[in-house]
């Protein structure tokens, strides 16, 4: 009987998703003779993801529309368990968080939650980079808002509140968070960002685009928090950059 399972919404994620699929492989095994499933979704991509997938033995499901939310719903009507974890594909779970997120959930303490995080390359003290990872970081904290590299959930709080909000093309995972709070305190669980083992996510964006356009994206929806419903704002998530670095 399946227990959990991890989802990763994968759009032309072929120069990393190999890896993310060898670590949570690598943590699921570890977690026998709790059984899961590893569901890629392949959000209609150009490349080789859907076949990078299937050979590292995930199962691959098809969304045409690309939209993250999307994506991440699809794979979420797919899965098998009782437990949802969300992961990016391009993010390592360390086995120690995969372990203490799963058994917070079967012993009932916990209903929801998600992981402060860091990135795979080192930033320079005192850089933008590095304040932009510390900052989402206490925000992640302060305000109990789930990073969209690692979500995890009970399926019926998931069921309860619709899943992801699909009138938005980023930023999916705050309201998220803000729905799976308030189911929370309704069910009588806690809705926890666990900290003593980040997850790792890929720096790449950072040097894919000026500090400029980074600080842009965060700022945008501070300002005009309808931006979100519209992709040419949020393609920030979406562009991948060509051979020459071009979008």
Same mark, same amino acid.
């Given at each position: ?9 994968a759009y032309n994620e072929e120069a990393l998703l190999a890896e993310t699929i060898?670590? /949570? ?7 026998? *003779? /709790?059984?899961?499933? &590893? ?9 080789? #993801?859907?076949?990078?997938? #299937? ?12 939209q993250i939310s999307r994506a991440r719903n699809a794979g979420a009507r797919e ?11 391009? #993010?390592?779970? *360390? ?9 917070? &959930? /079967? ?8 992981? #402060? ?80 083992? *980040? ?8 040097f894919w685009h000026s500090k400029a356009r980074i600080f842009g994206v965060i700022?945008? *929806? ?26």
């Amino acid at each position: 009987m399946i227990s959990y399972s991890v989802i990763i919404p994968a759009y032309n994620e072929e120069a990393l998703l190999a890896e993310t699929i060898a670590e /949570i492989r690598r943590a699921m095994d570890d977690l026998l *003779p /709790i059984d899961g499933e &590893m569901i890629v979704v392949d959000n209609n991509s150009v490349d080789r #993801t859907p076949k990078i997938a #299937t050979d590292a033995g995930a199962r691959v499901v098809f969304e045409p529309i690309n939209q993250i939310s999307r994506a991440r719903n699809a794979g979420a009507r797919e899965a098998k368990g009782k437990y949802l974890f969300f992961v990016d594909a391009d #993010t390592v779970v *360390p086995f120690p968080l995969l372990k203490k997120s799963l058994s917070l &959930m /079967i012993a009932g303490e916990i209903g929801a939650g998600g992981s #402060t995080l860091r990135f795979d390359s080192k930033l320079p003290e005192g850089s933008l980079d590095l304040f932009f990872a510390k900052f989402w970081n206490w925000v992640s904290r302060s305000f109990r808002v789930a990073a969209g590299s690692f979500i995890f959930c009970r399926r019926e709080a998931f069921a309860s509140i619709g899943g992801f909000s699909q009138k938005v093309f980023a930023g999916e995972e705050i309201f998220l968070s803000m729905d799976l709070k308030r189911w929370c305190r309704k069910s009588g669980y806690a809705f926890r960002i666990l900290k003593c083992n *980040p997850v790792v996510t890929s720096s790449r964006k950072l040097f894919w685009h000026s500090k400029a356009r980074i600080f842009g994206v965060i700022l945008l *929806p501070m300002i005009f928090p309808f931006a979100l419903r519209s992709k040419r704002f949020c393609s920030f998530w979406y562009a991948r950059p060509d051979a020459n670095g071009r979008e």
